[in-house]
């Protein structure tokens, strides 16, 4: 794998979890049961017109995008393993940027995927 691809992998793992981080963002902003009149066009309105919402969406279509050339340049069984990356950039990136907490067991959690992610890429 050479730098560009490898740069191309971390650049999708990177969007991918902006892209949770400002979907939680711009839902955290938006009261989908303001009342029980409230229509599911309204609701739906709120939502597309949230503009962390619409950037995280964003974020997960250029994601995608840079996913395609990734897959175009390695296995799959090569690539996939990456994305464990992102479940230890969210916890930290929800943590920093969404106040979230970070207990011992989320740590653990985390730790336990991504080792299996781990052993599951190197299974032959």
């Known amino acids: 794998m050479n730098i560009f691809t490898l740069a191309l992998v971390f650049c999708s793992v990177f969007l991918s979890v902006v892209a949770q981080i400002l979907l939680k963002h711009g839902m955290t902003r938006v009261n989908l049961y303001k009342s029980s009149s409230e229509t599911l066009f309204n609701m ?23 996913w395609l050339v990734v897959l175009s340049k ?3 069984s090569k ?3 990456f994305v464990g990356l992102g ?10 940027f969404l106040g979230e907490s ?11 995927i991504v080792s299996g992610i781990v052993f ?3 299974s032959k």
């Open 44 to 66: 739906m309105i709120q939502i597309f017109t949230n503009i962390s919402v619409l950037a995280g969406l964003f974020a997960y279509v250029a994601s995608a995008g840079v």
């Open 74 to 76: 390695l296995d799959v």
């Open 79 to 81: 690539a996939y393993p």
């Open 87 to 96: 479940f230890i950039l969210t916890m930290l990136f929800a943590y920093w």
């Open 102 to 112: 970070m207990t011992t067991y989320k740590v653990i959690g985390t730790l336990l």
């Open 120 to 122: 599951i890429s190197h």
